[in-house]
Structures are given as C-alpha cells and as structure tokens.
RNA sequence: GUAAAUCGUUCUAUCGCUCCAAGCAAUUGGGGAGGAAAGUCCGGACACCACAGAGCAUCGUAGCGGGUAAUGCCCGUCCACCGUGAGGUGAGGACAAGUGCAACAGAAAGAAUGUACAGUUUUAUUGACAGAUAGUGCCACAGAAAGGGAAACUACCUCGAAGCAACGUGUUGUUUUGAGGAAAAGGUGAAAAGGUGUGGUAAAAGCGCACCAGUAUCAAAAGAGAUUUUGGUAGCUUGGUAAACCUUAUGGGGUGCAAGGCCAUGUAAACCGAGGCUUGAGGGCUGCUCGCCUGAUCUCGGAGGGUAGGCUGCAUAGAUAAAUGAUAGAUUAAAACAGAAUCCGGCUUAUUAAGGUUUACAAAA
C-alpha cells in the first residue's frame, strides 16, 4: 500500500540541524533533494522532509498547495528509494526551487525523476 | 438597464492524511478551515509579575442617551454642512525607508499642519464633533498691509504753509509740501478685520446710538440629556491652524500561550583569581522616583563540563515540523480573495463566471 505514515517524515529537530550541516544535495531543477545517513538505525526506513521557500511564496495558501502536491507525489513514486538494498537509512529533505507554481502532474513526473536520479547515485556510493 | 449591498459552493467512486472512540490485532465508526482563518488596529477572557500600590512621564479617547463582559464598536439623537425635498455626509494617518505591479480618480488648482523627500486622500457638500477668549509658534506666493487693535500703492477725504491765477479783495481754483484719515473706488489673496442707517467730526472710525448678524452669560419654559425657544444683560466684535506645542476632562500598572504549570534527561550551587556581604549587594522582565517583597544561591575574569525531550494550558477542527489532499466523473463551472495555532467581541483590508435576493436611480407601460 503506498502509505505515508508519521514515521515516514523527519520530525526531529536535532536531525534537520545535522541533514543540512552535513548532507548531500542532488539537483534537478524544480527540485533540491538533500540526502544523509542518519548516525543511529532507523529501522530500514527512509524518513522525509518537505520545505517549500517563504521567500518565493509569501502566501500560505501557495506553500500548503505545493507542499500537498510534492506529498502525494512522493506517497506515489517512493517506490523508486526502497529499491535499493541496504541504503535504506536514509534522511532526506525534498525542497522545491522554482518559483512559479506547477500542476501535480509536473510535479509527479519531475519528482519521479529527480528519485531515479538519487538511487543512481546511492548504488554507485 | 445601471450602481451598491448580500448570498461564499453539490455529489459519487478509488487512493491517502490528521484527531477521537471501540478492538490483542486486522479493522470499523465518527469529527476535520474562513467570511474574512488575513492585518494585528481596538476591547475583553485567561495567565504570570506584589490576588498590582503612589507620583511623574508617556499613550489613547473627546456633543448626548442607550446597547454590551468591554470598547475607539453598534443603534438612536443634538449641532454643523449639503440638497427644492425625501434625505445625505463626517472620508483620509490601521499611508509615513525604498522599488515594482495593479486598480481607481482627475480640466486645472489647492495656505497654515505633518514629512528627509515624495506620495495618498477629498472635491455636489463637509466637524478627524472639548478649548484658538490661558499661553507660545506658524500663515508660502501675491499684496500697501496677514494678526501688531496693524497697514496706505493708485485714486481719494480734511486741515495748515508757500507759490501762481481769477475776480466780487477774502474767497475760489490749481501746483508743491507738511500733518491727520481709511468712509466710498481699484488691485492681491484661501482669507483684508461685522452689516444698514443715523449722530458725530476738520475729515474719519462701534467713537456714540437704533435695528440686524455673531459671541459670552443670566432667567423662564420644553427635554432623560446634549440642546432648543423666548426674554434680559455685557463688551460693542475677539481671522485660520490644536493632524504644531499646549490646556481641560477622562481612561489605561506591565508582559503575552514562546503566558504559565507538571514530568523527565544531563549537571559544576564544583575549581582558580579579584571584588562585595545584613550599616543590605543582587534579584522580583515596567521610562524615572518612591514604596513593597526577597536576603548573599552575588558581580567580574580564567580554565573547563554537559543535555532529550514530552505532557498540559488546548477548545464538538485542532497539531507541535504541525492534518483537512490527489485522481476520475456529473452539473456551464467548482473558480475570486485566501489556510486555523489560547479563546471570544469588534473594526479594517482583499475578493466571484453566471445567477438569486434587497435597495436606489433611469426608462417604458
């Protein structure tokens, strides 16, 4: 079943300080994914973040639209990271760099691409 | 038809999210953004600081009556202004570093205020409705003069002196000059200092008087009151700006849920040096002074150690990285402005393709 419970997001405030200290980034425009190993196990998951910049969008009602679209988006293609085996600890932070506001549609497959492009990455490290 | 106000969004299927309840579990059932949730501009509740004290400073408010927990909100009303009238208006600073975009308005032009400058607003009309008669400041340009009971440019009025002319020989006219004046005329400006008549005077003038206008005040009547009406008295008249300072009246103690409470983890209230110590340091989140409480667990420097968050507050939506979504279909279409974080009451600002409703106006019948 593509769920996506709350042990799937990254809530921790320690760990968000340390994924953007010391993380990866893998780009791929509309998207920034920014990518670590967490220090302690987590229990072969993958937990997520995802910002969309007050500084492009001012209004909440913009950001909340966006924020849904990248969630269910990701809910959807996910699939993509738990393909790979033994990089399943993994933190990840899925910000959105454009500015303009794109349809779920675009977002899917841009999304789609950008987890293709970071499990390339992982089975090569 | 035009304008304004208002109405603020249906259902089905599949896959998801969050909270609650039931269940060992799989799962099942139920709740799940707005009229503005926004701006954070007022008023409260609630919490802590002394169950909140005094004075000053500072800030708000400004006719009257009522509504309300309360308000700067709402309703009614008084006065002013606009309109033949029914009636209407009281907006803008809840703009104030800059830039961009959009909309609206506009023929031009607009003093004092504010501001670094600019801009905005309004214009059929116009009080940011206490005071301009407590005091201070300011009033560009134009104009003689802009608030000093001021000022005289052109033209003018009156008187004195000198010269000239005329004749009726002490008058008239005229020129120059000195003094007084501001009534009538011109011109400037947003605004030129009560109006008319009469007395008065050399000529004038609220200089005096009568009437009118206006201001203050007293009395009577009406009204809950602001206030109104009538009559008397007074000085005879006092420009604007309080959105300059200010004065009067009145209100506000401060901080805001990151308030505050509880649990838990680590720990160093340790060490070294200097100062302070009940004759009171420091602290108690308030601009200053006082007062009150606490009472060495203080201050500065050096070297150095260590951590993990959760519950509550908190809601018949409700979390703590923070839910309310995606796809497909039906209705023309599912859209405008826009997303709850302690909770209420207001205000302000933003806003809809079509349509409904209400009001106003116009036209037609």
């Keep these: 079943m593509n ?17 953007f200290s ?8 509309p998207f920034k994914i920014i990518y670590k190993n967490p220090s302690h196990n987590l229990g072969n998951a993958v937990q997520v973040l995802i910002s969309v910049p007050k500084r492009k969008f001012k209004k909440a009602v913009h950001r909340n639209l966006l924020k849904r ?27 959105y760099i454009d500015s303009e506001i794109r ?4 977002i899917r497959e841009d999304l789609k691409l950008i987890l293709q492009k970071l499990n390339l990455r992982l089975r090569q490290a």
């Design 3 to 19: 769920q996506f419970k709350k042990t799937e997001r990254l809530c921790s405030i320690v760990d968000i300080d340390k994924l």
């Design 69 to 95: 679209r990248i969630r269910e988006a990701y809910r959807l293609y996910k699939f993509n990271l738990q393909e790979v085996p033994g990089k399943r600890n993994l933190h990840i932070a899925i910000v």
């Design 103 to 106: 349809s779920f549609n675009d």
């Design 22 to 29: 010391e993380g990866k980034a893998v780009n791929r425009f």
